[in-house]
């Protein structure tokens, strides 16, 4: 989606649009009150002009304010905009920049079902709530970009719909220049999640270790970035016997991709981010049932999420270094396929029983974190649809954060709250590393507790020695089951907007 926006000074009862977009917020309280129009961005004043049509339809419609609710309403050539959307925005106290994309993503919708070309709006140029013009004008971009996101690779390139909506038109009466730079960053990340998405959404026969490595490729030629992919050769030469393994059953070989970001100045720090890529997961020989095997081409999210940071930092050019690595591999069935209860050793050289094929994603990273800290990181941070049990441990939508950092976890937070990545921590509770001992080998992959996220975390934990580290679940949050907020059903690009907000703090 090309989007051009433009800033303009034009009267709002005047400007040619196809919708003119005013906010209606939520009164407090239980009772459910009609929303209120805002005097900042026209609203009351698009009111006046057309007689309170707009404040009866919100009583009347029952229009409550809340985030996310909208209505179109057709205005028949008494102002400039063919029809005004009023878009709800929720209770003051609860505004905040997700509210914005979220506001975003309704314009996108709107304007593709009225074929509309041209929307046109107020940015207020005072802060809203904490909230500055330029913090909302990114976040709005971001909306509409990721609102408009379609995944279209596979339909009849002539029945596909094309895309109408072109221009936005912001009422500005303050500086322009932030805006424009605000618009262009929040672009950058929205174009890098859609990237991200388009990755997870494509097949597994489509999406093979091979394709991520050729991906990784491309990304790397970009200034300020190279790339190293080792094939299966490569892998058992750097002795990551555990991705080797849960690879020896496919017809698709494993990669192991390593893009590397140099800073133009001096490092601040040097950060590791690995993601795993498993660009099919059918279990293995503990195979999934038919419920949770359907959606499996997603458990590359973690690469698909690396990736898109990588391809966003020469354009943001954050002070840190950052080794992006990538083990991709499928975890299939066949006669040469690893079988429960195998012991392999891994890079790190603790052994390991293999308790549960279906575990394979910790097996995969444990080699590449140790590959990994041979660049020596100031911190790591590991990316992966680890496991199902985020679902019960925190539902469908949040990230599940562990580590052995508290400050590094805080600083993920805080950047994946401005993100709108609902992310929450769980502890690394040490009293379930016993479950992960009990084996004829060093550490066996399940760790035989309820608190499989957990387990899963400490299992990593068990190599990355003393370097500060945080792990990202995102087996729920990468894909939605359902069309929600921003995303459309299918892949989200969980985590791309938590890792470039953190890293841009360099
Ligand atoms: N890829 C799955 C985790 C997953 C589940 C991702 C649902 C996305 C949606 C992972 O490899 C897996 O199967 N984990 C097991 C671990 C268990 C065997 C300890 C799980 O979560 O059940
Ligand atoms: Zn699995
Ligand atoms: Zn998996």
């Not at 593709?112 to 041209?118: D, F, I, N, Q």
């Not at 192991?256 to 100045?265: D, E, G, L, Q, V």
Request: hydrophobic share 40%; proline share 4%.
């Amino acid at each position: 989606m090309k989007l051009d926006f433009e800033f303009t000074k034009e009267d709002i009862t005047k400007i040619k649009a196809d919708i003119f977009i005013i906010e209606c917020r939520k009164m407090p309280g239980e009772k459910k009150k009609p929303g209120q129009l805002l005097r900042t961005d026209g609203g009351a004043a698009l009111d006046k002009k057309l007689g309170g049509l707009i404040g009866r339809i919100i009583t009347e419609e029952g229009l409550t304010g809340e985030a996310g609710c909208y209505k179109v309403i057709q205005t028949h050539g008494k102002i400039g905009a063919k029809n005004i959307l009023v878009a709800g925005i929720g209770e003051d106290r609860e505004f905040d920049l997700d509210t914005v994309r979220i506001v975003g993503a309704r314009i996108s919708k709107v304007a593709g079902e009225l074929k509309a070309s041209s929307v046109a709006g107020v940015v207020q140029p005072e802060k809203v709530e904490k909230f500055t013009p330029a913090e909302r004008m990114q976040a709005l971009s971001e909306g509409l970009i990721l609102g408009g996101y379609r995944f279209e690779r596979y339909k009849d390139k002539k029945a596909i719909e094309k895309q109408t909506f072109k221009t936005i038109k912001l009422i500005c009466r303050g500086d322009t220049a932030p805006l424009s730079k605000a618009i262009a960053t929040g672009t950058t990340i929205a174009e890098a999640i859609n990237y991200a998405r388009d990755l997870v959404n494509t097949p597994g026969d489509d999406m093979t270790p091979e394709v991520v490595a050729k991906e990784a490729l491309k990304i790397g030629k970009k200034k300020g970035l190279s790339c190293t992919i080792l094939d299966e050769k490569g892998i058992k030469r750097e002795r990551m016997n555990l991705i080797s393994a849960i690879s020896k059953g496919s017809a698709n070989p494993p990669r192991f991709i390593h893009i590397k970001y140099t800073p133009p100045r001096k490092a601040g720090a040097r950060i590791a981010i690995v993601g795993k890529g498993i660009t099919f997961d059918s279990g293995g020989y503990h195979l999934k049932p038919i419920k949770h095997i359907e959606n499996m081409k997603c458990d590359m999210a973690g690469a698909a999420a690396v990736l898109a940071v990588m391809k966003m930092l020469p354009s943001f050019k954050p002070n840190v270094a950052v080794d992006g690595i990538i083990a991709a591999s499928e975890n299939m069935i066949d006669g040469k396929s690893i079988k429960p209860g195998d012991v392999i050793i891994s890079r790190s050289g603790k052994t390991i029983e293999i308790s549960n094929v279906d575990a394979e994603g910790r097996l995969i990273i444990a080699d590449a974190i140790d590959y990994a800290l041979q660049k020596k990181p100031d911190m790591l941070i590991d990316i992966a649809t680890l496991t199902g049990g985020v679902l019960y441990a925190l539902g469908e939508i949040y990230t599940a954060i562990l580590g052995n950092d508290q400050k590094l976890i805080d600083k993920l937070i805080s950047a994946s709250k401005e993100g709108g990545e609902p992310t929450w921590q769980l502890p690394l509770e040490k009293k379930y590393l016993k479950g992960l001992k009990e084996a004829i080998a060093d550490l066996n992959n399940t760790g035989k507790t309820y608190a499989i996220v957990i387990s899963g975390a400490l299992f990593l934990s068990e190599f990355v020695g003393k370097t500060r580290w945080a792990h990202l679940d995102i087996a729920e949050s990468a894909w939605a089951k359902e069309e929600r907020d921003y995303h459309p059903k299918g892949g989200t690009g969980a985590g791309a907007q938590t890792l470039i907000r953190f890293l841009m703090k360099y």
